[in-house]
């Protein structure tokens, strides 16, 4: 069975050792211990990519808990695959909305950079940028 050093997890997926055993402490992942040193299997490094993965996807560590956990419940995978949907699409949601909020908030400040260079001009005045 194929083990790796938290050097080699580390590298591999470009974050420092003191990250991975946070996870550690968090109860996310679970290496053997051999003394002193840790080893990491073949579902510690899986687990591992699942964790960044929904870091990256705005995911928290809690929620990330329980999506892992349920494959513990499920070995088919079904029910945390039903689960992580439901979260992505909610997810997905919330982002759409902040992207409407952010484009009305876009457009706003265009109406007034616009109208505030239009009005430099009429006195005679440019913008910096003009």
Do not use: C
């Not at 007034?112 to 001009?121: D, Q, T």
């Amino acid at each position: 069975m194929a083990t790796y050093t938290i050097t080699e997890l580390a590298r591999e997926f470009a974050i420092t050792a003191r990250t991975i055993r946070f996870y550690e402490d968090e109860g996310l992942i679970k290496p053997k211990r051999q003394g002193l040193t840790r080893l990491y299997s073949v579902g510690d490094r899986t687990r591992l990519g699942w964790i960044l993965r929904g870091k990256r996807l705005g995911f928290s560590l809690a929620e990330i808990k329980e999506l892992l956990d349920l494959y513990q419940v499920d070995r088919t995978g079904v029910q945390q695959m039903r689960e992580l949907l439901k979260r992505i699409r909610h997810l997905k949601g919330d982002l759409q909305e902040k992207r409407r909020d952010l484009d009305a908030h876009i457009e706003e400040i265009s109406d007034v950079e616009n109208v505030v260079a239009s009005e430099l001009k009429k006195r005679g005045a440019p913008s910096e940028n003009d």
